[in-house]
């Protein structure tokens, strides 16, 4: 059975091809990566698999609901969370109000509600404090509830991203290049947390990463894209001694 | 100092604080006119201040909060002030006003509210400065609409409205809705507009339904505003579209951006300190203001300034804005709140937990 399925998917700006007949199949509870020079394609898979841009042509399929036409708010709901590369927090607003905000489709009560303080209203709201307090406990951020996002330092804001990525309640998280400026020991220590969360939310992931060294440690499978098309799958020693992969990273073999 | 600070933080947190105020401005509201406690002229003025708050108040929801910058809130309060003004003088019977008056202010802020949707729409697509000229250009035909309709007098405008509002409806107008607009805010919805002002894509992304809740803050806002203006028409005793143009939406914006954007008690402040700037600049009061001046200086700022301090004003007010926008982006309250307006839940909630407290022994191992 597989949770994700891609299939010939497209994707163009202007005249240009930014992904071409991508398919991909992840199955439940799978830890997949997804690398490529600057400029593959990868994070346009991510965009359209979250419905921040729509897919030209080809389908994507979560669940056996087809994802393609959904709003991003509307595929969040049917549990897919993402970060970005460039963290994009809500800077101005505190740590906690960033997680709480994850909630929003989860929470039921309708405007009239929030207007009037009725009903629903008290009981949602302790419940997503509560739910949103829990995640930062886990993620030890509890005691910045109250701390503008922005004021956080950068390690900490990844932590927080990730935080409110699963304040949605996803089934399968995407990452998108999470370590991103961290150093060598920090990887180690991302590469274990992802693990972790991974078990503790029974998640399925699918990264895009540059860092080998992450890619090769946790990465179950890799897919290595260039230029919209996909060079190759497999494991991450498969890949590396892939010619095709060899040949985008390094250049041609031959040099005329 | 510090214990003067402390006692002053607990009496903000007193949970009586807010319905003792409440009460007394009610009791206030009613007893200011019935003993004649201020003159006529202050009366209007309070008057006046509390439908300012009203305004910038909604107002503040859609720049502030939501970070767009529309200019049409003249134009709801306009609508509002022309559909209430229809139902008292050609729908209610006279007899009744005094108590229909608040079905009358009601539907004319419903229609703004609809009003709101026409606005909403373009701002699924467009943002930022685009979005401002749409909102301009609603303005635009709002006043134009008006001034072309024979049977609302055109651009005469309605004389001869009857004098409805008064200073407790102001008082239970303005609190009711300004509570609204608070509830709103701090329920999931207002935190949606906040992320929406933050980062629109990323907050669809974490599942806010963005084109929902841009339609409710839209017409919460005009709504509000809807009903500031049939408050403010049944004062004011004349309407004219010449009323409802941009220099109204002007007065409004400085009033936020100088209490300051995604406040409410900005907004209080901001509406408050408008009302006495401008009457402050009145050629009697700054005569007052200016007689200990030797008698030949007086003369000569009385005939340059003072006498032409009504034209003045009008550069003066929008200079303001300028000022205050360029030094002061944030205003007087910037993103920070009364604490008597933050719902105590989240107040609690905002506290810094323990260290860690609550994590799992497993976690502790494995944080990055």
């Known amino acids: 059975m597989t949770l994700l399925t891609a299939h010939k998917v497209r994707h163009s700006f202007g005249g240009l091809r930014a992904l071409d007949d991508f398919d991909l199949e992840l199955h439940p509870g799978q830890l997949m990566g997804l690398i490529g020079p600057n400029g593959a394609g990868k994070t346009t898979v991510f965009n359209l698999i979250t419905g921040v841009y729509r897919a030209s042509e080809g389908s994507i399929r979560f669940r056996d609901r087809e994802l393609v036409g959904l709003t991003p708010h509307e595929i969040t709901a049917h549990r897919i969370a993402r970060t970005f590369q460039n963290i994009r927090l809500f800077r101005d607003l505190s740590v906690l109000d960033n997680v709480r905000i994850a909630h929003f489709s989860q929470s039921r009560y309708s405007p009239l509600e929030a207007l009037f303080h009725l009903g629903r209203h008290r009981r949602e709201e302790e419940r997503i404090i509560e739910h949103s307090r829990r995640l930062l406990a886990i993620f030890k951020l509890e005691h910045l509830a109250g701390e503008t996002a922005s004021s956080l330092p950068y390690g900490l804001q990844r932590r927080l991203e990730i935080a409110r990525a699963l304040a949605t309640g996803p089934e399968l998280l995407l990452l998108d290049e999470p370590a991103a400026g961290m150093n060598p020991a920090e990887i180690d220590q991302l590469m274990e947390f992802i693990q972790w969360i991974r078990r503790e939310f029974k998640l399925t992931i699918l990264l895009i990463e540059h860092q080998m060294r992450l890619v090769s440690g946790i990465c179950e499978r890799v897919k290595v894209l260039d230029f919209g098309k996909t060079l190759a799958e497999g494991t991450p020693e498969a890949v590396r001694s892939d010619p095709a992969v060899l040949e985008a990273y390094l250049g041609e073999k031959v040099v005329v | ?368």
Not at chain 2, 252 to 279: D, F, N, R
Not at chain 2, 325 to 341: A, C, D, N, S, V
Request: aromatic share 10%; with cysteine; charged share 15%.
């Open chain 2, 1 to 368: 100092m510090t214990a003067l600070k402390l006692r002053w933080q607990w009496l903000l947190d007193q949970p009586w604080l807010m319905p003792l105020l409440l009460a007394s401005g009610l009791v206030l509201a009613f007893a200011i006119p019935r003993f004649g406690l201020f003159n006529n002229y202050v009366q209007m003025l309070l008057m006046y201040v509390g439908i300012n708050i009203l305004l910038a108040t909604s107002l503040n929801l859609v720049n502030g909060y939501m970070g767009e910058f529309s200019l049409a809130h003249a134009g709801f309060m306009a609508v509002g002030a022309y559909i209430s003004v229809l139902i008292t003088m050609h729908v209610l019977p006279p007899g009744a006003h005094a108590v229909l008056f608040p079905l009358a202010v009601l539907a004319g802020g419903a229609v703004a509210g609809l009003m709101g949707l026409l606005v909403a729409v373009p701002s699924f697509k467009v943002r930022g400065d685009y979005l401002a000229i749409i909102t301009l250009a609603f303005l635009m035909i709002v006043k134009s609409a008006l001034e072309n309709i024979d049977a609302i007098g055109g651009p005469r405008g309605i004389p001869g409205i009857p004098r409805l509002t008064s200073l407790p409806w102001v008082f239970a107008w303005t609190v009711a809705l300004v509570w609204l607009i608070r509830n709103f805010v701090y329920s999931r919805y207002g935190r949606g507009v906040q992320a929406i002002r933050e980062d629109e894509i990323a907050s669809d992304l974490m599942s806010v339904d963005t084109r929902r809740v841009k339609v409710l803050a839209f017409m919460l806002s005009s709504f509000c505003a809807g009903v500031a203006g049939a408050l403010f028409a049944h004062l004011l005793q004349f309407i004219s579209p010449r009323v409802f143009d941009i220099v109204k939406t002007t007065e409004i914006l400085i009033m936020v951006y100088l209490g300051g954007i995604a406040s409410i008690g900005g907004s209080i402040i901001g509406a408050t300190l408008y009302v006495v700037l401008l009457e402050m600049l009145r050629p009697s009061t700054v005569a007052a203001l200016l007689a200990w001046l030797p008698a030949g200086m007086f003369d000569v700022l009385e005939k340059y300034f003072i006498n032409h301090l009504g034209m003045l004003r009008m550069i003066i007010m929008p200079l303001l804005l300028v000022l205050v926008m360029i030094y002061w982006p944030r205003g007087i309250m910037g993103k920070r709140e009364f604490r008597g307006f933050i719902p105590r839940r989240d107040k609690a909630a905002h506290r810094p937990g323990p260290m860690g407290g609550g994590a799992t022994e497993h976690d502790a191992a494995h944080r990055p």
